[in-house]
């Protein structure tokens, strides 16, 4: 059971817009930015976006992140087959003595 | 450029020890945290912990209290996660990851650590 909380799943077809939600908690999200992270099954991840909405460079406008509260978002516009891949969340959590905490992950299909 | 090497595969019995090194080149090796975080088969990212490279100091997940021990050799800048008494579930690919001001930018390629009798 992961301590933040993606949809397992999302789809859409090429040039669609998706978003994937990551539910926390006030001990992580509440409190702490978010990064996201992207990962091609049988690859390591990649860092996707950091500190809530920021890009790192390579990563196409295309892509985008937001929080509020205790929960965060990440959109993908003019959606491509090369973005199927499994996302996740992950924050800090003060709980426990500190700890990183990722999301679920969600496997995007791009139909 | 950053490059975190790991070794391929690592297979253990239940109740061994496994030790998994990251090798570190590109950039100035005791400036940045390492974490180490690892992936069950078909499963999520677990944090496992980090280490400063400069001094040593570590922080683990409550998790693994107890069973992990991360080390650092700066003279090979390599990084060492040892994790004890294996049992089943903790077959998994464990990689290593350096922290920067904006995540965990940089990542190994993975080890899967197999255990089975």
């Known amino acids: 059971q992961s301590v933040l909380t993606q949809p397992p799943s999302a789809s859409a077809t090429p040039g669609q817009r998706v978003t994937i939600s990551c539910s926390g908690s006030s001990s992580n999200i509440g409190r702490n930015i978010v990064n996201w992270y992207h990962q091609v099954p049988g690859t390591a991840p990649k860092l996707l976006m950091y500190?809530?909405?920021q890009r790192p460079s390579g990563v196409p406008d295309r892509f985008s992140g937001s929080k509020s509260g205790t929960s965060a978002s990440l959109a993908i516009s003019g959606l491509q087959s090369e973005d199927e891949a499994d996302y996740y969340c992950a924050s800090w959590d003060d709980s426990l003595g500190g700890r990183w905490v990722f999301g679920g992950g969600t496997k995007l299909t791009v139909l | 450029q950053v490059q975190l090497v790991q070794p391929g595969v690592e297979v253990k019995t239940p109740g061994a020890s496994v030790k998994v090194s990251c090798n570190a080149s590109?950039?100035?090796?005791?400036?940045?945290?390492m974490h180490w975080v690892r992936q069950a088969p078909g499963q999520g990212l677990e944090w496992m912990g980090k280490i400063n490279p400069k001094d040593g100091t570590t922080r683990y997940a409550q998790n693994f209290q107890g069973r992990v021990t991360m080390t650092g050799d700066t003279s090979t800048s390599t990084l060492y996660l040892e994790l004890s008494s294996l049992r089943s579930e903790d077959t998994a690919t464990y990689y290593c990851a350096r922290e920067n001001i904006r995540g965990f930018e940089d990542w190994g390629q993975g080890t899967l650590v197999t255990v089975s009798s």
């Open positions: 590109g950039y100035t090796f005791i400036a940045y945290y």
């Open positions: 500190r809530n909405n």
